[in-house]
């Protein structure tokens, strides 16, 4: 046995120290390496569950959140619609209200502008038949040199006017 | 090398010759002449201290800030760390990440050990029986006191008979068949968890300061470099990867076996895939 242990070069003393000096660092390594790394890999689990956690808690509070927001947008875009037509409506019935009143007004002048028109016409057909009685006169009376009181003259113009009027209106129709 | 410690009826384990590190070692007292007249540099030792404070002070240093966002060295070590986690739940089942710091504590010593041979003038101490079976004997020890613990003293006794108390009463013949197979395939873990590291780091590290010999060799001879060490040291790289990987997932299934109500076909079929790991790589 000596010599088999011989030949292999084995020697107790240097075994003894190699197997303590393995089993120093293997309880080195254990307790102030895997022993700490492991520790700290359950620390930093539990951490990153909690921040996990945490932020799904936080996700479903902005949902929420965000829903709500939503609703309150979708309501003041609702009341902001009713709004926007209710001031059509207004509008429209100001306009209709103007235009109306537009259009009565117009009526309005075109009529007072008829009446003129036919007074400024009767106006005018009075002073024609004015000049023409006048220069019929001075015409009937340079033809037939003869005087006629003022009132017969005026009956007899006038007849002659209302005449040629007629006839003037019945050519024209 | 071989030859030389053939000659002087040594073991070819033993370092024939000495690293940087023989300013440490000497005063030391682990240089010294042995039997024969040779000398004996045992700088593995110091090499293997060097790299097991350096893990340690790395890992505190790096486990020291709590930052919720981790940067830098911190990143790297809860990096590391959830790994060794993740494959502990994944080969002893849920729970498994407990065992983590073992199996973590293995892979990271054993992968900085045989990364060491790749380092000129360095030296790997799972090159050295001493390391790989001190390495062994503690996974065994640490096995064996969780078995124990989870089971307790009979339980686990219990547990290496092929649980008869959990059998019908005509298989009462099992435990005299399952015992003794299951004390040697215990006893059999250490020596299987040593040799398989030890041989394939050792293999790989002779092979990589022959070619480096060749190397030199080959210099005076053309005067041109030519790195021949230099593909089989990458290949180290994986090598010494695939070997912690090995020893720190037998560890765990190791574990997950010694466990009360584990799947244990689970266990077993890791197992045996890993036990044929080594002949491939």
């Known amino acids: 046995m000596g010599a088999i242990l011989e030949q292999l070069g084995i020697e107790p003393n240097l075994l003894l120290m190699m197997a303590v000096g393995f089993l120093i660092v293997y309880f080195i390594l254990k307790k102030f390496v895997f022993g700490r790394v492991s520790q700290m890999f359950e620390e930093r689990s539990q951490t990153i569950q909690q921040q996990l956690e945490a932020a799904a808690q936080q996700r479903l509070a902005m949902e929420k959140m965000r829903d709500d927001y939503e609703q309150r947008i979708a309501q003041i875009e609702e009341e902001a619609r009713t709004r926007i037509a209710e001031a059509v409506k207004e509008a429209q019935a100001a306009r209709d209200e103007m235009l109306a009143q537009a259009r009565e007004q117009a009526e309005r002048i075109v009529a007072r502008g008829k009446e003129e028109i036919e007074r400024e016409k009767h106006k005018a057909l009075v002073e024609i038949r004015d000049q023409v009685a006048e220069l019929a006169i001075l015409t009937a009376s340079k033809i037939i040199e003869r005087e006629l009181d003022e009132h017969t003259h005026r009956e007899l113009i006038d007849d002659v006017i209302e005449k040629a009027i007629v006839r003037r209106g019945n050519g024209q129709h | 090398m071989a030859e030389h410690a053939a000659h002087h009826g040594r073991s070819v384990f033993i370092g024939g010759s000495g690293t940087w590190l023989e300013i440490v070692s000497r005063p030391l007292g682990l240089c010294y002449k042995d039997k024969h007249g040779a000398w004996v540099h045992n700088d593995w030792l110091v090499v293997a201290f060097a790299v097991m404070i350096g893990i340690a002070v790395v890992g505190v240093v790096g486990s020291r800030r709590r930052d919720l966002v981790p940067r830098g060295l911190q990143n790297g070590v809860e990096w590391v760390i959830e790994i060794f986690r993740g494959f502990c739940r994944r080969i002893i089942g849920e729970g498994g990440e407990r065992y983590a710091p073992v199996v973590g504590t293995f892979f990271a010593i054993i992968f900085c050990f045989n990364l060491m041979g790749l380092v000129p003038g360095m030296i790997s101490p799972t090159a050295n029986t001493n390391a790989t079976l001190a390495l062994a004997l503690c996974a065994f020890v640490i096995t064996l006191y969780i078995g124990i613990r989870e089971n307790g003293i009979l339980g686990f006794i219990d547990h290496l008979a092929g649980s008869p108390s959990r059998q019908p009463w005509f298989m009462w013949w099992l435990p005299i068949l399952m015992l003794p197979?299951?004390?040697?395939?215990?006893?059999?873990?250490?020596?299987?968890?040593?040799?398989?590291?030890?041989?394939?780091?050792?293999?790989?590290?002779?092979?990589?300061?022959?070619?480096?010999?060749?190397?030199?060799?080959?210099?005076?001879?053309?005067?041109?470099?030519?790195?021949?060490?230099?593909?089989?040291?990458?290949?180290?790289?994986?090598?010494?990867?695939?070997?912690?990987?090995?020893?720190?997932?037998?560890?765990?299934?190791?574990?997950?076996?010694?466990?009360?109500?584990?799947?244990?076909?689970?266990?077993?079929?890791?197992?045996?895939?890993?036990?044929?790991?080594?002949?491939?790589?």
């Open chain 2, 181 to 281: 197979i299951e004390l040697i395939s215990l006893l059999a873990r250490p020596v299987s968890l040593c040799f398989r590291l030890l041989g394939n780091i050792f293999g790989e590290d002779m092979v990589i300061h022959k070619l480096a010999q060749m190397a030199v060799n080959a210099f005076h001879a053309i005067y041109v470099p030519i790195p021949f060490q230099l593909p089989l040291m990458i290949f180290g790289m994986f090598t010494s990867f695939v070997q912690a990987l090995v020893f720190s997932t037998l560890v765990a299934i190791y574990i997950a076996l010694s466990l009360p109500h584990h799947d244990h076909e689970h266990a077993h079929g890791h197992e045996h895939a890993l036990e044929h790991a080594p002949a491939h790589s």
